[in-house]
């Protein structure tokens, strides 16, 4: 299991980066964000695949 990650440095990086000025008060939600991405990719990662899975050519729900 990995460690909490602190987003802020990214969050400022990615804003300059497109060139949005980040205000005080979206910095909080946007870190919000990142941080529950993160914990929706360690859940993906954690799923155990065979090793001869491949990806789906096509999915239907």
Known sequence: MQQKRDFSEMVDVLAAAVGIAM?????AGV?????????A??????VPLEERAEPAWHYEA
């Open 23 to 27: 205000e005080d008060t979206w910095r």
């Open 41 to 46: 990719a360690q859940e993906v990662e954690a």
């Open 31 to 39: 870190t919000a964000h990142f941080e529950a991405i993160a914990k």
